[in-house]
């Protein structure tokens, strides 16, 4: 059985409803820990980055990006006990690292029911040590294998990689010319951790870029820029990360 509390943070963008979740987990303070609350995506997604959450009471409906969307943004997977009052989004919400579904109201027995979902599973062992693997250099060579296929492939042809819920999608291109693209189950902040600094930058929470293939630059509504691919694919680099890419790629 568990032993140690649940970090939790409760994203719901109604007042009323965000503080009644609050104080019914009040009820379950030897199982989970609130770490705090968020009214919408953009809050929500700086306080998991902050706090790095082992569980979220997520609402889908949000002001800006929903539910799924800040999942899909963020680059590991916390479980997820969804709160909504829409029943129809019940059978997408388990492509993530579902617990529960409650639908709103949230009655308290429904509640403890997802508290007992989360407490009944036994702890996990403990992984063993690994090694580190050595960090990638611009002549390595990276063998993928996504369902029946199979790639080995030059770091210098990997034009971008995007995170994509619990995987990477790496876009590559073929010695024929064509751009194909394979997933991974890892997250985009282990494969930086692997890569070239001198030729992948990490353009925003969402994508590495390999400099080499960045075709167009041009300054971006959002005060960032936008890269053109070589493959013609637009990518925004964030404001953060705009300043880094501008000194890389200047004498």
Excluded: W
């Amino acid at each position: 059985m568990r032993t140690s509390k649940l970090r939790a943070l409760v994203i719901e963008d109604s007042r009323l409803a965000r503080e009644g979740l609050v104080r019914m987990l009040g009820a379950f303070t030897d199982q989970i820990e609130v770490l705090g609350q968020a009214d919408n995506a953009d809050n929500a997604r700086i306080l998991i980055e902050q706090l790095r959450p082992d569980l979220l009471f997520l609402d889908i409906h949000m002001p800006g990006d929903s539910g799924f969307e800040l999942l899909e943004k963020l680059d590991y997977t916390p479980r997820i006990v969804f709160t909504t009052a829409f029943s129809e989004h019940a059978i997408r919400s388990f492509d993530f690292n579902t617990v529960d579904y409650l639908l709103k109201p949230i009655s308290p027995l429904r509640l403890a029911q997802a508290v007992a979902k989360l407490s009944s599973e036994p702890d996990a062992e403990p992984a063993p040590a690994l090694e580190a693997k050595p960090a990638l250099d611009l002549n390595s060579k990276i063998f993928i294998k996504d369902g029946d296929h199979c790639h080995l492939l030059a770091l210098p042809s990997i034009l971008y990689i995007e995170s994509c819920k619990n995987y990477v999608r790496v876009f590559f291109t073929q010695p024929a010319g064509d751009t194909k693209n394979a997933y991974v189950k890892k997250s985009l902040n282990q494969i930086e951790d692997r890569l070239p600094a001198q030729l992948f930058f990490r353009a925003s929470r969402q994508h590495l870029v390999n400099l080499q293939a960045i075709k167009a630059i041009a300054e971006s509504i959002r005060e960032g820029f936008e890269i053109t691919m070589i493959d013609g694919k637009r990518l925004e680099v964030s404001r953060r990360n705009a300043a880094e890419l501008k000194e890389l790629l200047s004498f």
